[in-house]
Antibody, heavy 113, light 106 residues
Framework: EVQLVESGGGLVQPGRSMKLSCAASGFTFSNYGMAWVRQAPTKGLEWVATISYDGSSTYYRDSVKGRFTISRDNAKSTLYLQMNSLRSEDTATYYC??????WGQGVMVTVSS | VQMTQSPSYLAASPGESVSISCKASKSISNNLAWYQEKPGKANKLLIHSGSTLQSGTPSRFSGSGSGTDFTLTIRSLESEDFAVYYCQQYNEYPLTFGSGTKLEIK
């Protein structure tokens, strides 16, 4: 069974950093592209970033380019999202997703002073 | 690519059929997925490639369309179908979602 479990969220002050992790299991992690999608409170879904199966290609939405970095450790079957210079508008539940339509349950990130 | 999803809210009774529309601001071929969101559960992929049912999706769900106009139809609604539905285009970056349709029991 495919499982994606996010961790690392919480409350952070504007301008600070936070790193999210997503532990994957139930499939061969190194074979699949992965992505982060977020959902602000009472808002819809918003794609954040994608990484190819081998980490050689990454894609970001404009609003996070230069601030967020998506990465992966295939040996550990783990996906990461390093978030720097956080803003209040980054407040959201962040979901780890796998090519083929699998989603984690999400982790909440709140950016507030 | 902007995805315009309608309606944003839909009330129906079990046994009825409903349709949800998703329109893309430019052609996305058939690179469209439909997801179901339910509280406390991971989002579930229902349909990809515009009309291909994901393994495990009940046959009462169907998707149609290509280019810019897409439709999700649910026939003979069951209680478990009352949820929020999103369309998503994956033809180009940035990937974009529709604003969602909340399907409630009438």
């Amino acid at each position: 069974e495919v499982q994606l479990v996010e961790s690392g969220g919480g409350l952070v002050q504007p301008g600070r950093s936070m790193k999210l992790s997503c532990a994957a299991s139930g499939f061969t992690f190194s074979n699949y592209g992965m992505a982060w999608v977020r959902q602000a409170p009472t808002k819809g879904l918003e794609w954040v970033a994608t990484i190819s199966y081998d980490g050689s290609s990454t894609y970001y939405r404009d609003s996070v380019k230069g601030r967020f970095t998506i990465s992966r450790d295939n040996a550990k079957s783990t996906l990461y999202l390093q978030m720097n210079s956080l803003r209040s508008e980054d407040t959201a539940t962040y979901y780890c997703t796998r090519d083929g339509g699998y989603w984690g349950q999400g982790v909440m990130v709140t950016v507030s002073s | 690519v902007q995805m315009t999803q309608s309606p944003s809210y839909l009330a129906a009774s079990p046994g009825e059929s409903v349709s949800i529309s998703c329109k893309a601001s430019k052609s996305i071929s058939n690179n469209l997925a439909w997801y179901q969101e339910k509280p406390g559960k991971a989002n579930k992929l229902l349909i990809h490639s515009g009309s291909t049912l994901q393994s495990g999706t009940p046959s009462r769900f169907s998707g149609s369309g290509s280019g810019t106009d897409f439709t999700l139809t649910i026939r003979s609604l069951e209680s478990e179908d009352f949820a929020v539905y999103y369309c998503q285009q994956y033809n180009e970056y940035p990937l974009t979602f529709g604003s969602g349709t909340k399907l409630e029991i009438k």
